[in-house]
């Protein structure tokens, strides 16, 4: 089976064997709906899809990959080991430079464009993930949700309280920030903007976090706008709103429009935080 590449922590790793894939859904470090590719793919799938679930008698489903048939004899009778191993290198050597390029441009756009849309969809999971665990955070706190003066204040609060775990789940890949390496965290670990103000009774229609670089400003039927002072690690938004919907909105000149036109404050007021 080709060389398998995995879209894991906002990154592509690989090449991986298929029992390295499987090693890596054991240790739980993958999963099934994780990203995958190899070659003759089109575009990027996962990893339930790359390797198909085969029925075992008397036991759960395995993952195998399929037996590539056996390469050709190479060997013509009459001709010593060396001359053929010498021929064979230089055709071989000949007709690389032309199918280099040619693997290239066909491999390069796929992947391209599979990486960009993996991110997408992972940036977009983790908004809903850090929306569901502000909704749990409300649920055992009378309604309230996680307040602070920052995005950064709220996300510790999550971590403290043990309704998230993994704190590189506030990160994304882009100018300016590193993934947390314990517990605490700064503002160079936060990628995500939150909505202070929401309690449980809050519109669901209220994006509750956000990936940053946009400004909100929570009027009904407006357009979120670029954020001069901000970085975006890819053009769009992804976001979470108050009922655990998530969406991406691609990027557009005058940004995606994020507050429906159905949204009613109320006599609340909502604030953007940043990081």
């Known amino acids: 089976m080709p060389d398998i590449y995995l879209h894991l922590d906002g990154q592509q790793k690989g090449p991986y064997q298929p029992d390295q894939v499987r090693q890596l859904m054991t240790e739980g470090k993958a999963s099934a709906d994780t990203p995958a590719w190899h070659e003759g793919l089109s575009d990027w799938s996962t990893v339930a899809a790359v390797l198909p679930a085969i029925p075992t008698p008397g036991g759960p489903p395995v ?14 009778q009459g001709m010593s080991g060396w001359v053929i191993a010498a021929i064979v290198t230089a055709v071989l050597f000949v007709l690389a430079i032309p199918c280099i390029a040619i693997l290239a441009g066909i491999a390069l756009g796929p992947i391209t464009n599979g990486i960009k849309k993996a991110k997408e969809n992972m940036s977009m999971q983790q908004a809903r993930q850090i929306d569901i665990a502000m909704f749990a955070y409300a649920q055992d706190h009378n309604g309230a949700y ?57 519109p669901d229609g209220l994006p509750v976090v956000f990936s940053t670089g946009y400004i909100v400003t929570y009027i009904p039927g407006t357009d979120a706008t670029r954020d001069p002072d901000g970085k975006i690690p890819f053009p769009g938004m992804a976001l979470a709103y108050k009922d655990s919907r998530a969406l ?28």
């Open 248 to 275: 991406f909105w691609k990027g557009i000149p005058e940004g995606p429009r994020v507050v429906p036109s159905t949204f009613n404050p109320g006599s609340k007021t909502y604030q953007q935080l940043k990081p």
């Open 146 to 202: 996680p307040t602070g003066a920052t995005s950064t204040e709220v996300f510790q609060k999550l971590i403290d309280e043990k309704y998230i775990t993994n704190p590189a789940i506030f990160y994304l890949a882009m100018p300016g920030k590193t993934k947390a390496t314990s517990n605490h965290l700064t503002a160079e670990n936060v990628c995500y903007d939150v909505t202070a103000g929401v309690t449980s009774d809050s």
């Open 63 to 76: 993952f195998r990959a399929p037996v590539p048939p056996p390469a050709p004899a190479l060997v013509k």
